[in-house]
């Protein structure tokens, strides 16, 4: 029997290393909340959660390797036109899903249309980037067995089953 796993429910605030705002829960009435060992949230950050209590509130810096990896100059491609949905209308920042060569589901931005051809990058938005979390631990429970048994919380700030 595997050992029971904790929810954790946090309130955040994301920036990136500029300082620049890039996302927040506390614009929301429920706190985020993940399953502790589930690869919900970036490593670094759950590895720091995992020392924090109910009440606690820090500063989480977190390095690009240890969030979104460092870019990977081989995903910035150039691909024809042609071969891409909507060809016509494709502006810089769209963004699209894709097969990649084992058959994964890849997501693709557009950095610049040119002409008959486009850079795209499948790298994540976020990839190089260091990032900082300042978090507030609002609470930490025991997972129930129907989430252990789904991989993800439940009910408020996690997921909801219908």
Not at 30 to 43: H, K, T
Not at 62 to 91: C, F, H, I, M, T
Request: proline share 4%; charged share 25%; no cysteine.
């Amino acid at each position: 029997m595997t050992a029971t796993k904790r929810v954790i429910s946090f309130h955040y605030t994301l920036t990136d290393s500029s300082g620049e705002v890039i996302d927040t829960s506390r614009d929301s009435d429920a706190p985020f909340s993940y399953l502790e060992g589930m690869s919900q949230i970036i490593p670094g950050l759950e590895k720091a959660m995992a020392l924090l209590s109910v009440g606690d509130q820090r500063k989480i810096e977190v390095a690009a390797a240890d969030a979104y990896g460092v870019a990977d100059e081989q995903l910035v491609v150039e691909v024809p036109r042609e071969k891409l949905p909507n060809s016509e209308e494709l502006a810089e920042g769209d963004q699209f899903q894709a097969n990649g060569p084992n058959g994964e589901m890849l997501l693709f931005r557009v950095l610049e249309v040119m002409g008959e051809s486009v850079k795209l990058d499948g790298n994540h938005p976020l990839a190089g980037e260091d990032l900082t979390f300042d978090v507030e631990v609002m609470a930490i429970r025991d997972a129930t067995p129907e989430e252990m048994a789904h991989g993800h919380a439940h009910g408020a700030g996690g997921h909801h089953h219908h």
